[in-house]
Each structure stands twice: as C-alpha cells, then as structure tokens.
C-alpha cells in the first residue's frame, strides 16, 4: 500500500462520544500534519509532528488530542466536541518539516459529523 | 504573514479547451514555494504541480503548467485540453523557506462541460 491512509472515511458521533482517527503514511516521510477543512472556510492547520514530536499546535481546543507513536502514524483522539467541529479531517505527511520545498501529500480525509 | 489568494470561487470550461486558476500570493520572505492541489468530491486532496520562487522556469507536469510571474507575485495553474475528469475544487497553496506551515488559498471550483 502507498501513499498516505486515513481511516474511517465517514465518521458520525455523539457530543459525549470519544473516538480516534488513523493516519498512517508509506512514504518514509519524516512530517505528519492534521488539517481542518470546514465548509466555506480555508483549510486551517491543526497540527504539526516532526519524528514524532510535536513542532506546532496552532490554537486547537483540548478537545482534540494528537498522537504521534512512530514517524509513520499519526491520530487524532477527540472527545466531547462540538456541532461546529464537523468538518473533514485530512491529515499529511511531507519528507521535511521545514523548507519550501516539499510538497505536503494528503490523505483521503475522514469526514466527521457530530449530532 | 504570508496570503494566497484566489478570485475566483467558480469557474466552466468546455471539455478539450485550455483553462486558467488564478492565484496571487503575498510574502516578504525571499524563499517560498507553491503549490497547487486538486480536490475531487472524494476528498483527498492531490498534489499536481510545485514551483520554487527561484526557478528561472515555469514549471510544467502533464496537462498541468505553472504561469509564474514574480515581480507580479501570481502563479496561475494552465490545465490544458480540459478532461472531464478534471472537475474538482483547486487550491493553491504556499509554504516559506521559514516556518512549517502550508498556507491555501479558499479554491477555485472547475467544472467541465461535455
């Protein structure tokens, strides 16, 4: 398999509801992101992992909570969120952290409803 | 701060016919990079095509070429002979010499008509 997998595609929960997504990237790539992409709105960095530790989080409520256990997976642990927080999830990964260089390749994004 | 913008939210384009993405881009920083991503109704996001602010030429990929003009600071995406396959939302997008970040612009969507 390559390139970068994210699952579940659709995800639907409850505001009291804790779950996990997966990111997990075949590309020996070095960075792994979260994105945020809402309807109408730019697409809005959430977090940053360079080899597993974390470089940038970009004003994110601690209701989302990110895990980095290996240079090759990333997650994204969410807990008592909100309507507001339905949007698509996508999550990258990129051989340098830093440089204008390296392109950011993406996933398939988990869309994300909470009720 | 680094901005990318893009006029236009939506536009047509008769299939087999060139089109033009627009894209403006505003940085003090001399080192930067752009980028343009294709988003189909799926979802993920597809790198097409990469140009540095240090490339004497525009960079091409296919169907897919960069009209890079520095001076103006714009970096338009030319698609040329238009599939309908092509359809989707593109972003253009910017990443600095300094910091980690990758900055979109709000998209363009494409559609292709038969």
């Known amino acids: 398999e390559t390139g970068v997998t994210q699952t579940p595609r659709h995800l639907v929960m409850g505001m009291t509801n804790k779950k996990s997504l997966k990111c997990e990237q075949h590309?020996?790539?070095?960075?792994m992101y979260w994105y945020k992409q809402s309807a109408k709105k730019p697409l809005e960095l959430m977090f940053v992992?360079?080899?597993?530790?974390?470089?940038e989080n970009n004003s994110v409520p601690s209701r989302f909570s990110p895990e980095c256990p290996n240079s090759s997976h990333l997650f994204l642990h969410l807990h008592t969120l909100q309507p507001e927080d339905s949007a698509l999830y996508l999550c990258?990964?990129?051989?340098?952290?830093?440089?204008?260089?390296?392109?950011?390749?993406f996933g398939n994004g988990t869309r994300l409803t909470v009720t | 701060a680094q901005k990318i913008t893009q006029t236009q939210p939506g536009m047509f384009v008769q299939e087999k016919e060139a089109v033009t993405l627009d894209c403006t881009y505003d940085?003090?920083?001399?080192?930067?990079?752009l980028f343009w991503y294709k988003q189909p109704s799926s979802g993920e996001m597809i790198f097409l095509i990469y140009?540095?602010?240090?490339?004497?030429q525009n960079a091409t990929e296919g169907r897919y070429s960069l009209n890079f003009q520095k001076a103006r600071k714009s970096a338009n995406l030319v698609i040329s002979a238009s599939q309908l396959g092509d359809s989707a939302m593109y972003f253009c997008?910017?990443?600095?010499?300094?910091?980690?970040?990758?900055?979109f612009g709000g998209g363009t969507r494409l559609m292709v008509k038969p």
């Open positions: 992992y360079s080899l597993e530790e974390r470089v």
């Open positions: 997008a910017m990443r600095l010499n300094a910091g980690n970040m990758l900055t």
């Open positions: 590309l020996g790539h070095n960075a």
């Open positions: 140009q540095g602010s240090y490339d004497q």
């Open positions: 940085t003090s920083d001399p080192s930067y990079g």
């Open positions: 990258a990964s990129s051989q340098d952290v830093r440089g204008p260089h390296s392109p950011l390749h």
